[in-house]
Antibody, heavy 118, light 104 residues
Framework: QVQLVQSGTEVKKPGASVKVSCKAS????????LHWVRQAPGQGLEWMGH????????KYAQTFQGRVTLTRDTSISTAYMELNSLKSDDTAVYFC???????????WGQGALVTVSS | DIQMTQSPSTLSASVGDRVTITCRAS??????LAWYQQKPGKAPKLLIY???NLESGVPSRFSGSGSGTEFTLTIRSLQPDDFATYYC???????FGGGTKVEI
């Protein structure tokens, strides 16, 4: 069965960077886009960007352009989201989600809580 | 960027009620719309894709309709497990609506 397993809770200071991983299993990693979505405490869902695991091509939401980098390691079926210059309002749960073959994010990771605090 | 607006933001209902949630897009997205259900502390769950297609395993009391800029999610007879927050998402640039919390 398809599974996306994310790395654990992170606590970071303002100005630091965080890198969250998302390990995929149960399907061919390179076939479907992986998306990243975040959710601040008590708030809605915010799409951050996606990566084509086959080519490595990325697309980022305007809000995060220049501050987020999506990468992947096909040898271990793992995608990564790195967010730089962290601020307190980056405190959120960060989800990875798989796209395709039908439109919609049918599979999600369990989420990784990132807390930014001095 | 395409903006998605959901209404209402909160909805009070009872078991057995018919519930309708509306989602409006700032420009036409044809039928490139998905609906998700999220419960506290959990990842969202895909309910409907391409505006009206039920995801496998989702109960048939859920239905979606609409095209262009106006969409609706209907829950035919609300069950205790349906109390949650619902989000729409457009599939052109992937932005989400603000969510609708369905509470007792």
């Amino acid at each position: 069965q398809v599974q996306l397993v994310q790395s654990g809770t992170e606590v970071k200071k303002p100005g630091a960077s965080v890198k969250v991983s998302c390990k995929a299993s149960g399907y061919t990693f390179t076939v479907y886009y992986l998306h990243w979505v975040r959710q601040a405490p008590g708030q809605g869902l915010e799409w951050m960007g996606h990566i084509n695991p086959n080519s490595g091509d990325t697309k980022y939401a305007q809000t995060f352009q220049g501050r987020v980098t999506l990468t992947r390691d096909t040898s271990i079926s793992t995608a990564y989201m790195e967010l730089n210059s962290l601020k307190s309002d980056d405190t959120a749960v960060y989800f990875c989600a798989r796209g395709g073959p039908l439109p919609g994010f049918g599979y999600w990771g369990q989420g990784a809580l990132v807390t930014v605090s001095s | 960027d395409i903006q998605m607006t959901q209404s209402p933001s909160t909805l009070s209902a009872s078991v057995g009620d018919r519930v309708t949630i509306t989602c409006r897009a700032s420009q036409s997205i044809r039928t490139w719309l998905a609906w998700y259900q999220q419960k506290p502390g959990k990842a969202p769950k895909l309910l409907i894709y391409k505006a009206s297609n039920l995801e496998s395993g989702v109960p048939s009391r859920f239905s979606g309709s609409g095209s262009g800029t106006e969409f609706t999610l209907t829950i035919r007879s609300l069950q205790p497990d349906d109390f949650a927050t619902y989000y729409c998402q457009q599939y052109n640039s992937y932005s989400f609506g603000g969510g609708t919390k369905v509470e007792i």
